[in-house]
């Protein structure tokens, strides 16, 4: 596609829920990227894949999140037994190659809100 | 560890004046690499400028310009004459550094958010 995609744009969901997030890479990019955006806060790092290298989940706050992507085309994050504190926008990002220089091109994000 | 420091939480201004919005970082690389996003309320993040930390030649864009100091580490960004579609999130970052293996990783700023009043 011309730019990354994610969906939904926006979810609502009660605490204790499951929630999963999909990101639609810019075809051809190799490295995909989630950061999450609390309110009033710079984005965090959660994980990074490149091709088919295992990926980089340092940034995993917890074991509730997880991520899989399937070769080099779509992402889905997956926020176990949700809680309040994981109301943020998250947001994906797609790169032709794995490194910062290269630059992201980022998706307009998913906001999340936990009741 | 690296850190990006928008000191700036909001910056409210008139339109067709200028504003400068600080940047200060804290790297331990000797190569790394700065930008700039914008973040409208649209919620997409424009990737607006990359530089290199070795290069410390000012750059301007029409009506953006950016001012980078090693010696202060700092990459400010100035806006002339604003208007009022500037009002957005801006996020300075940090990334692509030469130590560790992580370089892909980009270390933000907690964002400044510009309004820019008719």
């Known amino acids: 596609g011309a730019g990354v995609s994610q969906s939904p744009s926006n979810k609502v969901t009660e605490k204790g829920k499951d929630v999963e997030l999909r990101c639609d890479p810019i075809?051809?990019?190799?490295?995909l990227y989630w950061y999450r955006q609390r309110l009033g806060q710079g984005l965090e790092f959660l994980i990074y894949f490149q091709g088919n290298s295992a990926p980089d989940k340092s940034g995993l706050p917890s074991d509730r999140f997880s991520a899989e992507r399937t070769g080099e085309s779509v992402s889905t994050l997956t926020i176990q037994r949700t809680q309040q504190e994981d109301s943020a926008v998250y947001l994906c990002?797609?790169?032709?190659?794995?490194?910062?220089?290269?630059?992201?091109?980022f998706g307009s994000g998913t906001r999340l809100t936990v009741v | 560890a690296q850190k990006v420091t928008q000191a700036q939480t909001e910056i409210s201004v008139v339109e067709k004046e200028d504003v400068t919005l600080d940047c200060v970082y804290e790297t331990r690389d000797t190569t790394y690499y700065l930008f700039w996003y914008k973040q409208p309320p649209s919620g997409e993040l424009v990737f607006l400028i990359r530089?290199?930390?070795?290069?410390?030649q000012n750059e301007i864009s029409g009506r953006y310009s950016w001012n980078f100091q090693k010696s202060t580490s700092s990459f400010n960004f100035t806006i002339t004459a604003s208007q009022v579609v500037d009002s957005a999130v801006y996020f300075c970052?940090?990334?692509?550094?030469?130590?560790?293996?992580?370089?892909?990783?980009?270390?933000f700023g907690k964002g400044t958010l510009l309004t820019v009043n008719p």
């Open positions: 530089r290199n930390s070795f290069d410390e």
């Open positions: 990002a797609s790169s032709l190659v794995g490194t910062a220089p290269n630059g992201y091109t």
């Open positions: 970052a940090l990334g692509g550094g030469n130590s560790g293996g992580s370089n892909y990783k980009l270390t």
């Open positions: 075809s051809g990019h190799t490295a």
